[in-house]
């Protein structure tokens, strides 16, 4: 019985995350809701989803598929804090090459942030959060959680990346012909000292709400 409830819980993942950005409904929704008020929306939804796929997952029978061993928490702590890292680097900015960027108008080529060594990078931090914590669950349910999530997150990459392509037509090749331009060492010495402090803040925290949240502490 709790199987299904996991079959269900993917179902709804991966309607709430095709039906809603492809036409005809994503010019409606856009239309009713404004812009910010269908990015809103569709990540309300999508927490909501992911909280319940999470939670699916947990109470689907446990059925071993490797040993767990202290290394895997440890490959976990070691990626997460990147992972944090590379969300809040990322939140908030402009990113016309990727799904969520924030005044995409403003995107300044000579200065793209982030952006100038990953091209999607909550797509990223999202398949290496799912990858870590993949090796780290070595149960059927939760391999098919994390699996789906490391997997959507390769692939997602390359569909945004023949999306935008389409969009934005030639501007695309030069623009990011732009970015590809700019020195490594220019866009570190850029990188705010304030975004570097909220993702070591985020990375404690997670560590100090998963034993709350999720009942296992990764520390032990």
């Known amino acids: ?14 309607l709430s995350h095709s039906l809603p950005i492809r036409a005809p409904l994503r010019p409606i929704l856009v239309r009713r809701l404004g812009a910010t008020g269908f990015g ?29 061993a202290p290394w895997q928490n440890h490959l976990a702590l070691a990626v997460m804090l990147p992972v944090c890292l590379i969300v809040t680097l990322s939140v908030g900015r402009p990113n016309p090459f990727s799904f969520g960027g924030a005044r995409n108008a403003d995107f300044d080529p000579g200065r793209p942030g982030i952006v100038r060594f990953i091209r999607h990078p909550l797509l990223v931090a999202l398949a290496l959060w799912a990858i870590a914590h993949l090796v780290a ?23 945004v990346d023949g999306r935008k392509r389409r969009e934005m037509g030639a501007e695309w090749d030069s623009l990011w012909a732009r970015v590809r331009a700019q020195s490594v060492a220019g ?13 070591l803040a985020l990375y404690l925290a997670l560590i100090a709400l998963h034993p709350v949240v999720i009942g296992v502490s990764p520390l032990s």
Do not use: C, K
């Open 1 to 14: 019985m709790e199987w299904s409830g996991l079959a269900l819980a993917f179902a709804a993942f991966f």
């Open 40 to 68: 809103l929306a569709y990540s309300t939804l999508s927490i909501a989803v992911l909280a319940w796929l999470v939670v699916a997952a947990a109470r689907a029978p446990y059925l071993p598929v490797w040993d767990w």
């Open 137 to 159: 669950n070595g149960d059927l349910a939760h391999i098919l959680l994390f699996g789906t999530f490391a997997a959507f997150a390769i692939l997602g990459g390359r569909l």
């Open 187 to 199: 866009q570190l010495s850029h990188v705010s000292a304030l975004r570097i402090g909220l993702g």
